[in-house]
């Protein structure tokens, strides 16, 4: 016969199954007291040889303790999966209200944005949108624009000679000529290009800038015309009335010629130290095409009058975006091209 005392197998068996963390550990719990050779189990079977009436007793206590445990277990194991399902629940739970990651798609750059901006308003305007080589030959860059090899005025572009006649272009004002050979007028044409010069860096000089020239010939085109397109431009483009004026000047290529300001837009025409406390924003140089660089270009002045212009197209993107500096421009930096 097994001694056992009941009341501390059950208080055992009881603490063991509380301990037990997982369906694993459960069950070796059952085996060891309700398993085939189960400490509880063993107890049962050797009722048989205990005489009658303590047979009755520890029976009935051994089978209460039997039916207790098993509900215990029953507990335990369902306890165990409930919490395994929970976590599972957790771990697998989305928050359907939770914005979207955005995934990182690059953009385009502030200058190629400008420009697109910029063709569409003249597009808009009747304008054609042309093209140029950046290498150039002396001719188109300067002879052709009413610039003798000898005159004191080449001295206002410093310039990247090449070899064979050949520089890189200063201006895009060459192109007027090319189109102009090409093509018959009435005419309207913007360029917007790379140009290089020969010049220190600073906060508004890069030796590799762009320029937008314009250009519009026909028989009877006046400054007023160009006067109401700038106009119109610069207020299509920056979205808002803009102000604009102009100052007798000096090109070659044009007579007469101005400069064309407009109103700051960083202070609104109040002063400020982008517009050296004047208002006014130096953004061109225009004028009416001089009767030599028609003929240059195979027309003749006779039969044809027009304007012309041309901007440094980083300072548009600088009012535009109120950038301080060109250079930024041309950093590559990312912390910087991607405010925009
Ligand atoms: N090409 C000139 C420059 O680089 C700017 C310019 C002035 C262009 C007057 C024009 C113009 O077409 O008419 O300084």
């Known amino acids: ?37 189960g400490e509880l189990t063993l107890v049962l079977r050797s009722l048989e040889k205990l005489p009658k009436a303590k047979r009755v007793k520890v029976g009935k206590e051994a089978n209460e303790i039997k039916n207790f445990l098993r509900v215990q277990f029953d507990q335990k194991a369902a306890a165990i999966k409930e919490k395994a399902k929970k976590e599972a629940e957790e771990k697998e739970w989305i928050d359907i209200t939770q914005p979207g990651k955005k995934p990182a798609t690059g953009h385009l750059h ?15 305007l009747g304008f054609t949108v042309t093209e140029g080589p950046e290498v150039e030959n002396e001719w188109y860059n300067f002879d052709a624009l009413n610039i003798p090899k000898d005159h004191p005025a080449r001295d206002l572009w410093d310039t990247f000679y090449l070899k064979g006649g050949l520089l890189l272009r200063t201006h895009t004002t060459p192109v007027d000529v090319r189109y102009m050979e090409k093509n018959n007028p009435p005419l309207r044409i913007i360029t917007i290009g790379r140009c290089f010069r020969h010049e220190a860096t600073d906060a508004s000089h890069e030796s590799n800038f762009y320029q937008l020239d314009g250009l519009m010939v026909g028989k009877d085109i006046s400054v007023a015309n160009f006067k109401a397109i700038i106009q119109e431009f610069f207020q299509r483009f920056f979205g808002k009335p803009v102000e604009i004026r102009m100052r007798p000047s000096f090109f070659p290529f044009t007579e007469p010629s101005f400069e064309v300001d407009m109103t700051c837009l960083v202070c609104k025409g109040k002063g400020c130290s982008a517009c050296q406390k004047t208002g006014w924003m130096e953004m061109m140089g225009a004028g009416m095409m001089h009767p030599n660089v028609f003929k240059n270009s195979g027309l003749s002045p006779k039969n044809w009058q027009g304007w012309a212009f041309g901007m440094g197209f980083d300072r548009l993107a600088m009012m535009k975006y109120k950038i301080n500096d060109i250079r930024l421009l041309y950093s590559g930096d990312l912390r910087f091209l991607k405010q925009f």
């Open 1 to 37: 016969m097994v001694k056992i005392n009941l009341k501390l197998l059950k208080k055992r068996a009881q603490d063991e199954i509380k301990r037990a963390g997982d369906l694993k550990l459960l069950n070796e719990v059952f085996k060891k007291y309700l398993g085939k050779k």
């Open 110 to 124: 502030p200058l190629t944005q400008v420009r697109r901006k910029t063709e569409e308003v003249f597009q808009g």
